[in-house]
């Protein structure tokens, strides 16, 4: 039957009618936003954050820095020991008696003991004898 219909003038006219009256009503519907209060609070925490962070990231920077110069104090002194040892190693080979004596004679030195005095012996010596001197009146 719509064949039928659509030859029907009247019919036309009353789906023209139709359409022009039918309004629709759109709703517009606003998505609420995150109040102001809340995202000033988010921004301070992520700042806070922010800030946390780089702090932590530069003391861990000094430590680092302090380690290295601790790790080449440590080797420094190691050095300075190992040169102090071949120095006192040194002292102990250049000090040695017979070894003065045969230098010595070497340059043509002569030996005498009674010329010979000892160096720290003579004031204990002196100070022995005074102690058990008992003072008299």
């Known amino acids: 039957m719509s064949y039928y219909y659509q030859g029907n003038l009247a019919m036309e006219l009353e789906k023209q009618s139709r359409s022009v009256t039918k309004t629709t009503k759109r709703t517009i519907r606003i998505k609420p936003t995150?109040?102001?209060?809340?995202?000033?609070?988010?921004?301070?925490?992520?700042?806070?954050?922010?800030?946390?962070?780089?702090?932590?990231?530069?003391?861990?920077?000094?430590?680092?820095?302090?380690?290295?110069?601790?790790?080449?104090?440590?080797?420094?002194?190691?050095?300075?020991?190992?040169?102090?040892?071949?120095?006192?190693?040194?002292?102990?080979?250049?000090?040695?008696r017979d070894r003065i004596q045969k230098e010595a004679e070497r340059q043509g030195m002569v030996y005498n003991a009674d010329a010979v005095h000892t160096v720290g012996q003579g004031k204990v010596k002196a100070s022995s004898i005074q102690q058990q001197q008992p003072k008299q009146p």
């Open 34 to 96: 995150i109040p102001t209060g809340e995202k000033l609070l988010y921004l301070l925490f992520i700042s806070l954050t922010v800030i946390g962070l780089g702090m932590v990231g530069v003391r861990y920077s000094q430590i680092s820095q302090m380690n290295y110069e601790i790790q080449s104090t440590k080797k420094e002194n190691r050095l300075l020991a190992e040169k102090n040892a071949t120095l006192k190693l040194q002292i102990e080979q250049l000090s040695n």
